[in-house]
């Protein structure tokens, strides 16, 4: 995002509160050496055995031999156990209790790594939601004269000679393609697919009151997944919070029943006051189907199909696809460089062919082309240079 400059188009918020259960109380997860030694819940020789792995997953490299171990097992033969392990698998590796080792180790490398960078704590937030950030790479493609047709999807691909000339929209408009990319959603069903169930809350207090004016993260033992956003991400009004709960299952089930103890542990229903939880006031759920496959032999050679966002907690999987893809069409170019400035940019004007309005359709747009003169100019602010203290808008390269 920082060399093509897509984040100037987007602004970003600290995540400052990394948390985890102990004891059904929620507390914050020390991520540095600083957090881990004002921590209050681990002693001092738990403090020196955390330091002591952090700085060996730090300095991990392939010559290190874990290779068929577990990540539980890394864990206790550097004695790491009890609490300790409950922080560094749940909120600082980030894995499940059966991950290898080399996932564990190098996702926890990754971590520390990134605590820092823009704050005291690896994670930022695009203010108003993640929805942002495709709309910044959609502001950069107008800018070189890119056209999006909004709220029109594909009814079917067209095919000849064993290879696909174009698609059919929903409203029966033929487009020409050389080549064409597709959401995973199009493809044949996975038959190892993974449910995420849902649950997209408001309530009216933070779930940690000592800092009620940040975004939150909570990641649990049983792989589920809690981000609460302060009115300060711009994702909710004065007086609310938006907090989304997630977990992964192999199977289809109810959302609301399985997300029930979790919400549960941190909400109430009732207005007793001298229960100090969250109170919740609205909550809906819902049910998300992850495929993790598809087979690209159904589709013609020039048909590139795009999962999209993995249940991950980055976007890593979705940018390591979409450069694939790029590399496959544009072999000779670079991916995503840094544009040119933009007084610099000049786009051609479409040429009607004819007075009625209706444009040449050489390039597979017909008359059904909608958009308009690109955006020359950003609408948000550059963002400014990170000063490794944590801000309410950080700027810079999100992790």
């Known amino acids: 995002m920082i060399k093509s400059n897509v984040s100037h188009y987007v602004e970003f918020k600290a995540v400052t509160n990394i948390l985890t259960f102990v004891e059904e109380q929620l507390v914050p997860v020390p991520c540095c050496r600083a957090h881990l030694f004002r921590n209050k819940t681990v002693t001092m020789v738990e403090k020196r055995i955390m330091m002591k792995f952090l700085e060996y997953c730090l300095n991990y490299d392939e010559e290190h031999d874990v290779e ?15 609490l300790l392990q409950d922080f560094v698998t749940n909120s600082i590796a980030m894995v ?51 056209v999006y047709c909004l709220r029109n999807g594909a009814r079917g691909l067209l095919a000849s000679g064993g290879r696909c000339v174009g698609m059919v929209t ?6 020409s393609a050389n080549n064409v990319v597709l959401a995973q959603n199009y493809a044949a069903a996975s038959p190892t697919e993974v449910y995420e ?19 939150s993260l909570l ?32 199977e289809s089930s109810d959302p609301e029943t ?23 006031l609205w909550s809906l759920y819902f049910t998300r189907i992850v495929p993790t496959q598809f087979d690209p032999s159904v589709f013609p050679d020039n048909v590139h199909v795009c999962p999209g966002p993995d249940v991950s907690i980055d976007y890593d999987g979705a940018v390591r696809v979409a450069e694939s893809i790029f590399r496959k069409l544009c072999p000779e170019e670079e991916f995503l460089p840094t544009p040119p400035l933009q007084e610099d940019i000049v786009i051609e004007p479409a040429v009607p062919s004819n007075g009625n309005g209706k444009y040449n359709d050489e390039n597979g ?35």
């Open 96 to 146: 499940s209790r059966v991950a290898l080792a080399t996932e564990g180790v190098l996702s926890t490398r990754r971590f520390l790594q990134s605590v820092g960078r823009f704050g005291n704590y690896p994670f930022l937030w695009p203010l108003y939601g993640t929805g942002e950030i495709p709309q910044g790479f959609a502001r950069l493609c107008a800018v070189f004269g890119g």
């Open 170 to 175: 929903e409203d029966s408009h033929r487009v």
């Open 219 to 250: 990641c649990t033992p049983d792989c589920a997944r809690v981000i609460e956003l302060s009115p300060s991400s711009n994702s909710c009004p004065p007086g609310y919070y938006v907090v989304h709960l997630t977990k992964l299952s192999e």
């Open 258 to 280: 399985e997300l029930a103890s979790l919400v549960g542990h941190l909400f109430r229903t009732d207005r007793d006051p001298s229960d100090t939880r969250p109170r919740l």
């Open 365 to 399: 747009v017909g008359e059904g082309r909608t958009g308009g003169e690109p955006h020359s100019e950003p609408t948000g602010d550059p963002l400014d240079e990170p000063t490794g203290e944590p801000h309410n808008e950080p700027t810079g390269e999100p992790h």
């Open 68 to 82: 068929g171990k577990s990540f539980q097992e890394i864990l206790k033969e550097h004695k790491v156990t009890g």
């Open 197 to 215: 169930s849902r649950c997209i809350a408001i309530t009216d207090t933070p779930m940690c009151r000592t800092h009620p004016d940040s975004v």
